[in-house]
């Protein structure tokens, strides 16, 4: 794979990849920095990711190790992610006393707070490292302040999901958490020469399909129109062989119309179970044609993020090896169908 062209250069957008420490030592690292521009940590910046198990603000060795990976070979970080209601500590949604907090104003006020002091310690920490962000020596671009905020269904009138974050807080929580993350990372620890260095971002999955799609872009639509501090969407397109790529095209088109740009966050697509040649080729194909859609949009794609570097390495294995490279980091005919090279007939 290390004599391969560099998938990076056969797009227009920056190329990012969902990584954890393994993948910044030995061979997965040079295939790694050979083909894609940025990192997102897969796992090491969610919100649990920052705490000891006594509460204290903790940065994991795995973030500080990705930071410096990115910082030394000149990659991107996308950061994922500040607020979500998952893999976030229980306390967080609890009183001092372990009661769970209400939706009363007191309580309200102690979510509040404790969603501010988690998004300022992060940037503070991440600034005091690797210096204040647009500033040459840190690496990180862009944050999903937000994640999976919309529901599934369309049972809920403001199509919110009725996450720990919303029973306490309600709708205000996705407002809040953009306006703190602009403070913190674009102003307080922000390099003054520099305007909003770090791109803050909704992000959700299954945004290419109709009833989430429409409750998706009336939120971000309504943000734009307070003046909440949204720059881009983002779409995880965990896919599979039978989306139609004119979905992703339409989707990417829908949102075009608004004043923010996009990113491709998670992107996967397994072949279905068991991995066959044809199935592998057919992905290839998939692969292929996505791409030619990420390209024509180009200038509204702030990145395309791929959710892992090998198979075996995917959330997603277990449905069929969705992912560019293989576990002997070998391209796969998904690799060559991203790059528009030749595939089998
Ligand atoms: O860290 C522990 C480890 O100590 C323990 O031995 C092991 C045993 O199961 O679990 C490890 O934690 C796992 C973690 O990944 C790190 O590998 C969790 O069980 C597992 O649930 C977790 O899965 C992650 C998942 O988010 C959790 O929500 C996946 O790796 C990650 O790819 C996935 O990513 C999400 C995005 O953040 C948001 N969009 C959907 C996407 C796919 O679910």
Known sequence: ASTLDPLSDTVDFPLGVAIDQR??????????????????????????????????????????????????????????????????????????????LTSSEADKE????????????????????????????????????????????????????????????GAEYIDLAFTYADEAFNDVYADPSTDRPVSLFINDYNTESGGKQDRYFALVSSLIER????????????????????????????????????AVTELDVPTGTPVTQPGLIEQGYYYRDAFRVFREHSADLYSVTVWGLTDGRSWRDDSGAPLLFDDALQAKYAFWGAADGELPA
Do not use: C
């Not at 090491?44 to 198990?53: N, V």
């Not at 603000?57 to 990976?69: E, G, H, I, R």
């Not at 501090?229 to 829908?254: C, E, F, K, W, Y």
């Open 23 to 100: 993948e910044t030592v030995g061979a997965a690292a040079d295939v790694l920095t050979r083909h894609f521009d940025q990192i997102t940590a897969e796992n090491h910046m969610k919100p649990d990711a920052w705490y000891a198990a006594d509460h204290t603000f903790t940065p994991s060795a795995q973030a500080t190790t990705l930071m410096n990976f990115a910082a030394a070979n000149d990659l991107r970080v996308y950061g994922h992610v500040l607020v979500w209601h998952s893999q976030t500590p229980d306390w967080f949604f609890q009183r001092d006393d372990g009661t769970p």
């Open 110 to 169: 102690i979510l509040r707070e404790r969603m501010r002091t988690h998004i300022f310690s992060i940037a503070e920490y991440l600034s005091g490292t690797w210096g204040s962000f647009g500033s040459d020596t840190n690496p990180l671009v862009a944050w999903d302040v937000v994640n999976e905020v919309v529901d599934d269904g369309s049972a809920t009138a403001d199509g919110l999901r009725r996450s720990p974050w919303y029973q306490v807080l």
């Open 227 to 262: 003046g909440i501090p949204v720059d881009g969407v983002g779409h995880q397109m965990h896919l599979n062989l039978g989306v139609p790529i004119s979905q992703l095209d339409a989707t990417l088109d829908r949102f075009a119309a608004l004043p923010v740009v996009q």
